[in-house]
Nanobody, 123 residues
Framework: WVQLVESGGDSVQVGGSLRLSCTAS????????MGWFRQAPGKEREGVSC?????????YYADSVKGRFTISRDNRKNTLYLQMNSLKPEDTAMYYC???????????????WGQGTQVTVSS
């Protein structure tokens, strides 16, 4: 039984920071790719950042978040994080954690999903 549980979403002001967490259970953590996706009302779900399982823990970032968001993972705790700094109103969305055994960051390709955590950025 696979379970992904996100936390950390909140309402913040423009320029603020948040740290999202996602704890996975029921999956073999290696070689699992884990990522963060977001979906705003009326928009498609998009990949924000994914971290691949390899020695270097290579990561993908969407252009819109490069330099502001940082993904990391603690394999001992089976937990994925997303540090979000300099938040903008356009970052407002439901953020989902996802996992699968692959090396891309396309939402349609991920089988395992969390319930989501809401991030709202207001000016």
């Amino acid at each position: 039984w696979v379970q992904l549980v996100e936390s950390g979403g909140d309402s913040v002001q423009v320029g603020g920071s948040l740290r999202l967490s996602c704890t996975a259970s029921g999956l073999i953590f290696a070689p699992l790719t884990m990522g963060w996706f977001r979906q705003a009302p009326g928009k498609e779900r998009e990949g924000v950042s994914c971290m691949y399982w390899n020695r270097d823990s290579a990561a993908y970032y969407a252009d819109s978040v490069k330099g502001r968001f940082t993904i990391s993972r603690d394999n001992r705790k089976n937990t994925l994080y997303l540090q979000m700094n300099s938040l903008k109103p356009e970052d407002t969305a439901m953020y989902y954690c996802a996992a699968d055994y692959r090396r891309d960051c396309y939402a349609a390709n991920f089988r395992y999903w969390g319930q989501g955590t809401q991030v709202t950025v207001s000016s």
